[in-house]
């Protein structure tokens, strides 16, 4: 019996690997930040510039300039991934967006098309309000208070012209993240395919979805059940009612599990999570 379980678990340990290995080869191995992944970013536009979420005792709060903007929906968590995997790959602080606009965008998975809805000015205005804004993290219990605040990045150019995406600019946009925040995203960030990401990235409940689904299984270690009262603080706090949350994020979830089968399913009280590997396994050095 033990050796059999020997076997099993060097069999499981093995497709693991492939599964980094096939990653990696394809160019796909990425990274998202731990802090943007236990709490996350808007879904849709906010008239405020101050945003909050919360997952138990930890609560981030976004805020940005009046005049710029909060960063909403898929892109700013594309764009987050893509700054993450960057920073991680090369351990700098400085990231270069690309040649050309058309070709940081297919980095993305993105297509240009222009105009005032087309993808070209949302990504343009997106990385604006992602760059100018500042992150706080808050963690309490009855015994301790912690918290941390972080400025994304000190500076940010963005010198795209919409009107020639091709074009090569004479100055290469880029993005100085700020260095507590680079430290951040770097020091243990959260193992995630890209081409998940990118099959995902019309919703950004299932961006949201499926970073967190991998991160939580990477220390899961027994069944557990998570209120949807407080499924709804962390993933979505702008429903009237919680069964209206509750229709939305199952109908979101199947999706997710559909990239990535990990052990859930819901429940009237909860969602229910068993141990599952993460979708893609952190790599030991």
Not at 51 to 56: D, I, V
Not at 226 to 247: N, S
Request: charged share 25%; with cysteine; aromatic share 10%.
């Amino acid at each position: 019996m033990e050796r059999a379980r020997d076997t099993l678990l060097k069999i499981a340990a093995e497709c693991l690997a492939l599964e980094v290995e096939e990653a990696e080869k394809a160019g796909a191995l990425g990274f998202m930040a731990r802090a943007l992944v236990q709490a996350t970013m808007p879904h849709s536009k906010s008239e405020v510039p101050y945003f909050e979420r919360r997952n138990g005792a930890f609560t981030l709060t976004i805020m940005a300039p009046p005049r710029i903007g909060l960063p909403y929906g898929s892109v700013p968590r594309i764009l987050m991934a893509w700054v993450t995997t960057e920073a991680t790959r090369t351990r700098t602080r400085e990231l270069i967006l690309g040649v050309s606009l058309s070709a940081f965008m297919r980095e993305l998975g993105m297509v240009a098309t222009g105009g005032r809805w087309g993808s070209i000015t949302r990504l343009r205005n997106q990385a604006h309000r992602l760059f100018s804004s500042t992150i706080s993290l808050d963690y309490r219990d009855e015994r301790r208070l912690a918290g941390q605040n972080f400025v994304i990045a000190d500076r940010h150019m963005l010198w795209w012209d919409p009107r020639n995406p091709d074009q090569t600019e004479l100055f290469n946009s880029s993005v100085m993240l700020s260095e507590p925040f680079f430290r951040e995203i770097i020091d243990r960030p959260v193992p995630i395919d890209m081409r998940a990401l990118k099959t995902l990235s019309r919703s950004p409940m299932q961006l949201d979805l499926y970073c967190w689904l991998t991160y939580r299984m990477s220390y899961l270690r027994k069944r557990t059940v998570i209120p949807w009262e407080a499924l709804e603080l962390q993933f979505g706090a702008d429903y009237a009612l919680t069964r209206q949350f509750k229709f939305e994020f199952i109908k979101n979830l199947a999706h997710v599990l559909s990239v990535y089968p990990a052990k859930v399913e819901s429940s009237p009280g909860g969602l229910i999570l068993r141990p599952s590997p993460t979708h893609v396994p952190r790599l030991t050095d």
